[in-house]
């Protein structure tokens, strides 16, 4: 038994289900650990409001003979508790995907839950950084707080890898040394998201940051051993690269926003505002669908017409 659900209020049939499902999700879907967490939390709750309501362990038959008003006085029970509309529609979701798995792999079938709709999120687009503020912060990193010299260089080359390169901190850090293009090498293997994988061009002075990094570390870096380490020898936490930008922030009067992740933002943005084409650019980000990319086509316009309103000459 799977101890994520010892505790849980259920019955065998229900149990060996859950615990197939969070290994489909972990193993053949790939997701993040943290994904995981958060949809299992999300059934959690769902399955503990059913137990409350039908005062037993509950089994497969139980959510099979829910009906739509159950449903909905769950969503509208986490509302109650103080849930956001994107909380609801994440657990919506994630009550999608395991019925859809229960009526693949088990002899299971409720059509109730179709008759659900999702709660309408607001429409948000990404928040880069003006290409000034994205230099200035990796000017900075030396400014705002006293580190050793190749603590300050592993952070520029970090830094470089999500600006530079348009990648995700998680897959900046997951590089292994042999992977540290380095040498003349020119372009840098990723696998992202969902296994995807991509070919990613490396700028000189990415390439240039990381040598500078990798000989002024005083650690032995293996090859098939991260290639970032932290201050004592382990693998870099990207927490340490979020605080970095949390100084950053304070210290340049950077928005909230400026975040690790909105350097990747801005690569996207810089390179869409100076003509590249967006489908290479869904390539480079390692986005599955277009229309993923497509958003950043809104932050484009966005400051056009910012620019627009500041120096058109109008009375």
């Known amino acids: 038994m799977d101890k994520k659900f010892e505790n849980w209020p259920l019955e065998h049939d229900l149990r060996d289900a859950l615990n197939s499902w969070s290994h489909y999700l972990q193993d053949e879907r790939d997701l993040a650990e943290k994904t995981l967490e958060s949809y299992l939390r999300d059934i959690r709750q769902f399955l503990g409001f059913v137990h409350r309501k039908r005062d037993k362990e509950i089994n497969l038959a139980d959510l099979a003979d829910l009906q739509a008003r159950d449903f909905r006085q769950f969503l509208a029970f986490r509302r109650e508790k103080g849930a956001s509309d994107r909380s609801v529609a994440r657990g919506l979701s994630a009550l ?20 659900i709709s999702s709660p309408k999120l607001a429409h948000s687009i990404p928040k880069p950084l003006p290409v000034e503020k994205a230099l200035e912060s990796l000017d900075a990193t030396d400014l705002v707080r006293d580190v050793p010299q190749w603590i300050n260089d592993r952070d520029v080359a970090v830094l470089l890898l999500l600006y530079g390169a348009g990648l995700r901190i998680s897959e900046a850090l997951n590089l292994l040394r042999a992977e540290a293009p380095i040498e003349g090498v020119e372009i840098l293997e990723i696998t992202g998201k969902g296994n995807r994988e991509r070919r990613v061009p490396i700028l000189p002075i990415i390439s240039d940051a990381i040598a500078t990094y990798i000989s002024s570390c005083p650690f032995e870096l293996e090859a098939n051993e991260p290639l970032f380490r932290g201050e004592k020898g382990k693998k870099l936490s990207p927490r340490i690269i979020q605080l970095l930008m949390a100084r950053l922030r304070q ?21 869409l505002g100076t003509g590249a084409d967006l ?3 869904q390539e480079l980000l390692g986005h599955a669908s277009l229309s993923t990319t497509q958003i950043y086509t809104e932050v484009d316009r966005d400051q056009l017409l910012r620019i627009y309103d500041a120096a058109h000459p109008r009375e």
Request: no cysteine; hydrophobic share 40%.
């Open 279 to 281: 489908r290479q650019i």
């Open 251 to 271: 210290a340049l009067q950077l928005p909230e926003t400026a975040t690790p992740h909105a350097l990747r933002h801005s690569f996207a943005t810089h390179l």
């Open 96 to 115: 999608r995907m395991f019925f859809k798995f229960l009526e693949r792999h088990y002899n299971f079938s409720n059509s109730e839950l179709q008759l």
